[in-house]
């Protein structure tokens, strides 16, 4: 079930405020009265059933009646490294890896990456990014959204990386490429850290390709469809997920 946020933290029993944007999506979005209960969860990233008390306009008052268990993260750390797709493909990136239990999402923009994103108003970018995947976290009942990096291009992206065994990339032609399916699927502790690569719409440009390559990144197949970069990001999570992650 979703739940929302409190800038602070809570305790059963004790009456407290929630303004702006929270209070109005509880208010306005989900029809809430008095009487009603709904799940929030503090800064510490405690989450509570609470009872709606009281609403003004704009802000509700509310008293955290229980503590509430929150769903247990992944053992498998699965970490995405994206050339920038067009915006629209970006925002689905964004919720569905996020629902499916992404840890990180590393950004940076590829050689045929769309030229709307540009590295000097990363902060601006990010900011939004960070918005999205809060939100699909509180969607999807997820306690912490994924990390989110952008990195100038591919090169400075896997400069910066922290060294990861099972680094794939995604390479529907490459005589090499292996299947998923055909490896060991077993719980092994150097299989809980898994990273995909994957390219923006048009694929990645072949001196990037080969960069990966040097950096130790070994190629995988999905199947015999070329793939939209949202549609191969989704599928290639899930699949690990269902490897070596909690998807049943």
Request: with cysteine; charged share 25%.
């Amino acid at each position: 079930m979703s739940y929302f946020i409190f800038a602070g933290v809570l305790e059963c029993g004790q009456q407290f405020e929630l303004e702006g944007e929270e209070a109005r999506h509880v208010l306005k979005s989900r029809r809430m009265r008095s009487g009603e209960h709904f799940l929030i969860q503090d800064q510490n990233a405690q989450r509570f059933d609470a009872v709606l008390k009281s609403s003004g306009r704009d802000s509700l008052s509310f008293v955290p009646e229980s503590s509430v268990a929150v769903p247990q993260a992944s053992a498998l750390r699965l970490e995405i490294l994206q050339a920038l797709p067009k915006e629209k493909a970006l925002d689905w990136i964004l919720q569905k890896t996020t629902e499916l239990g992404v840890s990180r999402l590393d950004f940076f923009c590829g050689n045929h990456s769309p030229n709307s994103f540009h590295f000097s108003q990363q902060e601006r970018h990010l900011s939004r990014w960070q918005r999205i995947v809060l939100e699909a976290s509180k969607q999807c009942g997820r306690q912490h959204p994924p990390e989110i990096f952008w990195h100038e291009n591919l090169a400075s992206a896997l400069e910066k990386l922290p060294e990861c065994e099972n680094s794939w990339i995604l390479a529907p032609d490459c005589e090499e490429s292996v299947c998923w399916k055909n490896l060991d699927t077993g719980t092994a502790q150097q299989q809980l850290f898994q990273r995909v690569l994957i390219g923006p719409e048009g694929g990645l440009h072949p001196d990037e390709f080969k960069l990966a390559l040097r950096s130790g990144m070994r190629p995988v197949e999905l199947g015999p469809r070329i793939l939209r970069a949202e549609t191969a990001a989704v599928t290639a999570v899930s699949i690990l997920q269902f490897l070596w992650g909690d998807l049943s």
